[in-house]
């Protein structure tokens, strides 16, 4: 069950030797060092490796693309589109999908597709904010706690601990009833407790690098401290950084979905992805289509970074035994 | 091991204690008081006035902080703004039930079927369950669950009438909602442990343990799955906490009595009490989960429970 | 000394590894045979095949590997072609295997005892728990463990390592196979120990009347416990012969090649021999011999075609183009 192998593979025949051969063939032959199979390979930086690694991934490659066509989308088709999001036609309202309106109409006669794309511009911005700011504290909160070591460590490792115990969701809602509702709110909110994690995962990293041998070795021979930060701590810490943000943002999208979703999020005419499933769940009985496509663009999305931040972390972080 | 609970708790109860501090905060920087709701809309200025004073709440901050942690540790949570009169350790008591069913229940069913489908993938690596898992895992943690509960409430509640669609009659109340939270564990339990599960078979002990010649039955249950089930205890922690979270907006869709429904009504109706009261009990379930998860991890893997010993040669 | 039992006999054995570069051809027609009570040394470097023979004769080859042909004879009987059933029978019972790496060959969560009574249940099933948990405690004291009895309910990571290696043993002795399979049991130990764990399999082969197949690199450990020595490079056979007469009388070049790389303490030549170059890339093999690009006795033949086997006594045989009678100067 686990073990078979189930390909067939038929070795070549050896190619025996005919019995007459020419007895110039049995003197010594000329052995250049050509001949030794010296493993020449390219040096690459280990990103560039990785890079190739992922290039050959092809549900990541097409989940990139899917990605790339979606926030083209989310730019242009609410700036090309003839409606707006917020202007209301009363004469025009609950509408399903028809050419006039791709994804339909809702109560208040505002065209979905236009709607949509500018929601899912706004979830998108909203996630790469968030991500970005939590990226951005995380990292200078790990990298200093692990480059400075010591007491200043202990410290700010017993912070993060303490800070640990808070339960995200719960402060990033309460955030968000004291401050005026809008998207500076929710990325802020967001990041009040969202760096933590990262700020591991950062000192972690540094730490972990900072003992190997290759550092040790590199300052046995000389190299001067920036130098060595540079060529070894950062681009191994930097794929387990853009490994974490490819899962950060669409971690954000969906807590900013789920924010909105309960209320708490943007106001109307305000809209984020969360903002019109909430709007097509309260719908759902006279227009699914409401529903449907708002949930449909923050699935595909949510799946799309999924596959494409595994393969990021294959190809970054392989484990393969060969 | 009781030094290391020891310092976790003291950190559990610094934690809770910034919690309450800032829940408290948020309380009193939030605009407007329990008493101009809609709820209160008959009583004339003069009268709310009159019932701030009643509750302490026209005293001075610190004043009001310290009488409040004082309570705390008495048991005292304070009493309700919007439930007049009821203590807040009440109201949330009468409405942790349906929470926990729904939750338990999700759990349950997640790991269950997660699990199982998980293993099953990695024994036939590349095969059609391992890719239909991959796919369920993928679109699992993909659709957010209050999608997942609004579609499961239109198609099978609504359209076919197979289960009730809300509100807390009868058991079957509990199906949908239970369903449309398991699908966050069920996926993450499935890739987690099929990951595990790949990562023991390609081990050394493995082939030690087939040389042996045991039969493939014996190889899973008591070499493989003994040591790739021991780190999925690691993930529970969190997917309790998922749920806690999940049922705010799971409860609210579905109209079910439970203490995520009340979060929310209560952050709509300004009820301090309510709200810091739940949001210490919030806080005490997760590092409690994550406490909890720890020690049994440790307790359970030999590596963790029995430090190594000596053995010279 | 023909009048030895054949206990093994390999025939032409060919291994593939199908892995996510492409198919590894890690075996390439290689034969040779197993007496009873003698001990058989597999050299060879890395990626030489060694490994992966014995595997396949257990049938415990990895994900993605196969025997695509080829025979293994156990007692007369072709055991490619066993069901896995049958294979169970074989494995543990017949024929052991220990492994290099005694920190991760044993299973972490389950305790030693319980690792060999496992064996023992598997293959002895007139055997009551206690009488298994009697044999394991004894079989502990029999490679050497101290306090056996304690040892008993002990993990794998309370051992060290020379102490695990024989845990090891214990287990794969258990039922007291006709085969011990030892792959390269003393390469990841202290040099120290790996004396004690050579003699002490030396000792229980005695006692226990077993064969013992020992795969290594290091041609210290096959001068002191191997009695027929087989030269293995590039997935193909290259040297097979008594003790005495690969050391002495070696005949393939890399053999020799071998055994100028093993540095002796007490010359005057500060530079250490290596034979230059790496092994063959054995996802596309080469036509020819495998180690023509590195040999320093090349002929123009040796890089077309594969060359045939000579026998230089009853034991002793290598696979070289040098031995042809159409070399000039061939013996």
Known sequence: MMFKCKEKFVPAKPVEA???????????????????????????????DGWIRLRKNKAAVICAVILIVITLFAIFAPILSQYTYFDTNYKAKLKPPSIEHPFGTDQFGRDQWTRIW?????????GLVAALLNLFIGVIYGAVSAMIGGRVDAIMQRIIEILVGVPHLIIVILFMMILPPGVGTIVIAMSITGWVNMARLVRAQILKLKNQEFVMAAKLLGTSGWKMIMKHLVPNTVSVIVIQIMFAIPSAIFTEAFLSFIGVGLAAPKASLGVLINDGYKMLRAAPYMLIYPALAIILIMVCFSILGDGLRDALDPRMKH | MAKYIGKRVFYMIITLFLIAVLTFVLMKILPGSPFDTERFEK??????????????????????????????????????????????????????????????????????IGLSLGIIAACRHNGFVDNLTMIIAVLGISVPNFVAAA????????????????FWESWACSVLPSLALCVQPLATSARFIRAETLDVLQQDYIVTARSKGMTQARLLLKHTLRNSIIPVITIIGTMVVNLLTGSLAIESIFSIPGIGGLFTDSVKNNDYNVIMGLTILYSFMYMLAILITDIAYSLVDPRIRIAAGKGGD | MSEKKKLLEVKDMYVSIHTDSGVVQAVRGVSFDLYEVETLAIVGESGSGKSITNKAIMGLLPIGGRIDSGTVLLGGKDITHYTEKQMRDVRGAEISMIFQDPLTSLNPTMTVGKQITEMLMLHKPGMTKEQRKERAIELL????????????DQYPHQFSGGMRQRVMI????????????????????????????????????????????????????VASVADRVLV????KF??????????????????KGLMESIPILHSEDQDLYSIPGSPPDLVKPPVGCPFAPRCNECLKVCKLYPPKTHSFSEKHMATCWLYDERVKGAK
């Open chain 2, 43 to 112: 009583l004339t200025p003069q009268q709310q006035q009159e019932a701030l004073a009643k509750y302490d709440l026209d005293k001075p901050i610190y004043v009001q902080f310290f009488k409040y942690i004082t309570d705390m540790l008495k048991g005292d949570f304070g009493t309700s703004f919007y439930y007049t009169k009821m203590p807040v350790t009440r109201v949330i008591f009468s409405r942790i039930g349906p929470s926990m069913l729904v939750g338990a229940q999700a759990i349950l069913i997640g790991l269950a």
């Open chain 3, 232 to 235: 293995m490079y590039g997935g």
């Open chain 3, 170 to 221: 214990s287990i794969a002795l258990a039922c007291e196979p006709k085969i011990l399979i030892a792959d390269e049991p003393t390469t990841a130990l202290d040099v120290t120990i790996q004396a004690q764990i050579l003699d002490l399999m030396k000792e229980l082969q005695k006692k226990i009347n077993t064969s013992i197949i020992i795969i290594t690199h290091n041609l210290g450990v």
């Open chain 2, 151 to 166: 579609l499961l409430q239109y198609y099978i509640g609504l359209k076919l009438g197979w289960l009730p669609v809300g």
């Open chain 1, 118 to 126: 500018y929601g899912t511009r706004i979830s998108l911005l909203i």
């Open chain 3, 141 to 152: 004291g029999m490679v050497g463990i101290p306090n056996p009895t304690e040892r008993f």
């Open chain 3, 238 to 255: 290259a040297e097979v012969g008594d003790l005495d007469e690969v050391f002495y009388d070696m005949k393939h070049p890399y053999t």
């Open chain 1, 18 to 48: 005919p019995a007459d051969l020419p007895a110039d063939l049995f003197e010594a032959a000329e052995q250049n060092s050509s001949d030794l199979e010296y493993i020449a390979r390219k040096h690459h930086s280990a990103l560039y």
